[in-house]
């Protein structure tokens, strides 16, 4: 299984940015997902995921600003971030775990691993 992101950048506060998440080499499209942040120095840290029922999940700081999505057919996981805020900065990382019993849950560890983009919000 191969995860590959894009969209990261640099913006100002209060800006936005999309990232996507291209999934590759999955049997199946039946799969639980999340996106995943960390800045040097500290532990990686759960953002966001959705399960195989389309059932989303968010951390506190985030809920109401970023919105996880799947399309299945595309086989692409969307993480749309509005209302930027510098402590947003960090790489954003996709994990995913192969279904049908996958568990969802923001904070959950994922089995497969995408290389990361990085996300810089100024101030």
């Known amino acids: 299984v191969q995860l590959v992101e894009s969209g990261g950048g640099s913006v100002e506060a209060g800006g936005s940015l999309r990232l996507s998440c291209a999934v590759s080499g999955a049997p199946d499209s039946s799969y639980c997902m999340g996106w995943f942040r960390q800045v040097p120095g500290n532990r990686r840290e759960g953002v966001a995921s959705?399960?195989?029922?389309?059932?989303?999940d968010y951390r506190d700081s985030v809920q109401g600003r970023f919105t996880i999505s799947l399309d299945s057919a595309k086989k692409t996981l969307y993480l749309q971030m509005n209302s930027l805020k510098p402590e947003d900065t960090a790489m954003y990382y996709c994990g995913a775990d192969l279904g049908p019993h996958c568990s969802g849950g923001y904070w959950i560890n994922r089995d497969y691993w995408g290389q990361g983009t990085q996300v810089t919000v100024s101030s």
């Open positions: 959705i399960d195989t029922d389309g059932i989303t």
